[in-house]
């Protein structure tokens, strides 16, 4: 075999040797590209599905947001309809007791008080709006704020005292007009408190 046979056959494997590798690495490039692809495809949609299950998951915590504001939005006025009404009630019965309080022994009062007549007819309207309002009083009381309930319960309180004061005190024993003045202070502090609490609640 001469060098003319031998370079002929050299060249020949070389060149197909050549090929091989090319198509080789052109198919590698090929597979390549397909499975990237895939992967590809496979992640998009795994994401897809996971962004739309992450938007029903939101859509169904917004539905459950939106109808728990709906229902507190609901109970509250409710809840302040009832609230305001019995305030509005209370403070109208308030006014009528405040009244009859100061009523029962006036500086300048056109009628004897010390006839017993006058005092029973005067200490017996106190004690009808007494338990006129203490029963409206017991029977709302769940729906009192802590606060205003105190304040009233001190309100009461003092006006029985002024009551009791008015029509067991003689006219002319030592401290009778001092006790009434104590009194009537007294209660138109609770008024006040009574009517800033209630004014803070109703315009909160």
Not at 35 to 57: F, G, T
Not at 76 to 93: A, D, G, M, T, V
Not at 125 to 137: A, H, N, S, V, Y
Request: aromatic share 12%; glycine share 4%.
């Amino acid at each position: 075999m001469d060098w003319d046979t031998i370079f002929k056959i050299t060249s020949a494997f070389g060149l197909s040797t050549g090929i091989g590798a090319l198509i080789v690495v052109a198919a590698s490039g090929w597979l390549g590209r397909v499975w990237a692809n895939r992967i590809y495809e496979k992640d998009r949609e795994r994401s897809m599905r996971i962004l739309e299950e992450l938007k029903l998951d939101s859509d169904k915590l917004i539905e459950e947001l939106r109808k728990k504001s709906e229902m507190d939005i609901f109970v509250h006025s409710i809840q302040f309809e009832k609230e305001f009404n019995i305030y509005e009630n209370l403070w109208k019965e308030i006014t009528k007791l405040t009244y009859i309080v100061n009523s029962l022994r006036p500086f300048w009062d056109t009628q004897d008080i010390s006839k017993m007549e006058i005092k029973n007819e005067r200490i017996n309207k106190l004690f009808d709006e007494l338990r006129e309002i203490g029963t409206m009083f017991e029977i709302n009381r769940p729906f009192y704020a802590p606060e205003i309930h105190k304040s009233i319960r001190k309100l009461l309180d003092v006006c029985k005292r002024e009551g009791t004061q008015f029509y067991s005190f003689d006219l002319n024993s030592d401290n009778y007009w001092d006790y009434r003045d104590k009194n009537l202070n007294e209660i138109d502090a609770c008024l006040s408190e009574i009517c800033d609490t209630i004014r803070a609640r109703v315009w909160r």
